[in-house]
């Protein structure tokens, strides 16, 4: 298979909430791998394609909590794709240094 994507994505361990955009329910899941672009989240309860969503989540590196917008783009059994929309320097940061050090600890 080819990879497609524009941005190579770091393993993560991280307990997510997000919200659908227009209502007012938080969900739960678990980030398993991070870009600038996007995130794979690990969920029984995933939003259905195209939603928009806001993801809570305490990255490695952050000194709290970040909400990240994003869209669904795709998803499966157990979980969903999300395309990160607009993201602020703060954000943008400790995304970058999650997927470098990512690529120093695998040789890359």
Known sequence: ???QRRYARAPIDSPVSFAIKGKGEKLSGLGKDISVGGM???????AGFGSDVTIDVTLPGADGPLSLPGVVRWVR???MGVQF???GA????VITEIGRKHQEA???
């Open 77 to 79: 059994d157990g979980g």
């Open 106 to 108: 695998s040789g890359r």
């Open 90 to 93: 703060l954000e943008t940061h």
């Open 40 to 46: 794979f989240i690990e969920t029984q309860t995933p």
């Open 85 to 87: 929309g607009l993201l």
């Open 1 to 3: 298979m080819i990879e």
